[in-house]
């Protein structure tokens, strides 16, 4: 910024403020200046041509009186013979003692109506300083006398209108414009205070906003202007703010929480076969540090998928047929467990990503058969809206659970040992698949079992039907 402009903003603005005005102003005034002028200018020369009309057949005549025709006493003419000496010569000249040169006669053989305009300056050593010493504009025509005499009859046009309007209007202007200019910043300051003060409340409340205190959130002034739209999105960016760092905590205390079990019963199984090396069974051993690895690789990884599952998923074309009978094919292929089959109605086209539909339909699998008797079913319905379904004749999940299986880490089986069961994010991990694929999830009612449903908008290759 500038030295010499102010740091403020109120200050600065009043200071702009200002200064455009005292500009608009002065170029408006030098505007309305030069007009009058030359309107007025305009004026006093077709006045004076009136009264060259009128004032050259009289001086033709012998008649040299200013009120022989029509002129007032500070009319400025001269007459001028053919060989250029001044025939007559008006009093308010004679009075002025001028030092000048008369304007030249009419040519020879010029016609009747000959007409001229020229310049003719009065000097004057001893009163220069008069305003009648100026050069003036001085229209002239031929006039011929009853004895023949040949006369070119000049009169001066007289600027003292145009020179007292201007005057009086540089005069005002000396005053309007600075007081307007000082108007306009007063104005100017004390509507950016009143603005100001909007933001000098949001400002002092982001002050107050650090990593423990997310959920301030600035006042919105009620005046529906600029100010109250940037108060609103500095709420909406706090609330996105708070939205991530609740998030991360989350993600934080969800790693910690369930890493640690894993992590403890590997540390305690290594520590006692290290302690007693020749008591230990070291392919149980084995077998028993593998189990924790592999629950300790799955953690991560749902942990991981939690941690980015605000991306959007890319419009590819996915057949959910193909993925369903895929899934379904590879757990028919265990030879333990409950028996998992399908029913698929034709194509079910959806647009999303392949790894991630492949994974809402595993998450749900996992479930089921984790919780079914003996038989798991996967249905699905294609069309405008894909709907799938998975259905287990397990012990079911009570109304007042459906929601809460969703949340992190719940498990309605909390006596269930911690290396049989999932790690408590699969269900959330599918419902956050559906959203983001612009569908749903959700628990329904069934006869048997949990009937869990995911309903998916269809896409077509081709354009949509109507």
Not at 120 to 130: G, I, P, Y
Not at 377 to 383: A, D, N, Q, R
Not at 391 to 418: M, N, Q, T, Y
Request: contains cysteine; charged residues 25%; glycine residues 8%.
């Amino acid at each position: 910024m500038s030295r010499w402009w102010p740091a403020s903003v109120r200050h600065g603005a009043a200071f702009a403020a200002a200064l455009a005005c005292g500009v608009v102003f002065s170029l408006g005034a030098l505007g309305v200046r030069a007009f009058v002028e030359a309107r007025l200018s305009t004026g006093a020369a077709k006045a004076t041509w009136a009264q060259v009309e009128r004032l050259a057949p009289t001086l033709a005549a012998g008649r040299t009186a200013p009120e022989d025709s029509g002129l007032n006493g500070d009319a400025m003419f001269v007459a001028v013979d053919d060989g250029g000496k001044a025939v007559v010569t008006s009093d308010s000249i004679i009075r002025l003692h001028p030092q000048w040169t008369l304007p030249p006669p009419a040519p020879a053989g010029a016609p009747g109506n000959w007409q001229t305009t020229t310049e003719v300056t009065l000097r004057s050593v001893e009163h220069s300083h008069w305003r009648e010493f100026r050069t003036y504009t001085a229209l002239g025509r031929i006039a011929t006398g009853t004895s023949g005499q040949r006369l070119t009859v000049y009169q001066f046009v007289l600027p003292w209108d145009a020179l007292n309007a201007v005057e009086l209007l540089d005069e005002s202007m000396e005053i309007f414009v600075p007081l307007a200019a000082f108007i306009a910043a007063v104005v100017a300051w004390f509507a950016l205070r009143r603005t100001l003060r909007s933001v000098d409340a949001i400002r002092s409340e982001l002050a107050g906003v650090n990593g423990s205190r997310l959920d301030r959130r600035v006042p919105v002034p009620p005046s529906r202007d600029e100010i109250s739209q940037l108060a609103v999105t500095t709420n909406e960016t706090l609330e996105r703010l708070q939205r991530a760092h609740d998030q991360q905590e989350r993600f934080v205390a969800d790693a910690s929480h369930e890493l640690r079990s894993p992590l403890a019963s590997l540390r305690t199984g290594l520590e006692v076969a290290l302690e007693h090396p020749d008591r230990a069974d070291w392919p149980t051993v084995a077998r028993q540090s593998l189990l924790d690895v592999q629950r300790l690789q799955r953690i991560t990884a749902d942990l991981l998928q939690l941690a980015v599952e605000d991306k959007q998923a890319p419009p590819d074309l996915v057949d959910l047929a193909e993925v369903v009978t895929e899934q379904v094919a590879e757990r028919s292929s265990l030879e333990c467990g409950p028996t998992v089959r399908s029913v698929v109605d034709g194509p079910a086209m959806v647009r999303g990503e392949l790894v991630q539909l492949e994974r809402l339909l595993r998450n749900l699998l996992d479930n089921a058969v984790r919780h079914a008797a003996s038989t798991v079913t996967v249905s699905l319905t294609g069309g405008r809206e894909v709907v799938l379904t998975v259905l287990d004749d397990g012990p079911g999940i009570p109304v007042d659970d459906r929601e809460r299986v969703f949340d992190r880490f719940v498990r309605l089986d909390d006596a269930r040992a911690r290396d049989v069961g999932g790690s408590g994010l699969g269900l959330t991990l599918a419902r956050g698949i559906a959203v983001r694929h612009g569908g749903s999830l959700c628990v329904e009612n069934s006869d048997t079992g949990a009937r869990l449903v995911a309903r998916l908008p269809g896409a077509f290759p081709g354009p949509e039907l109507p």
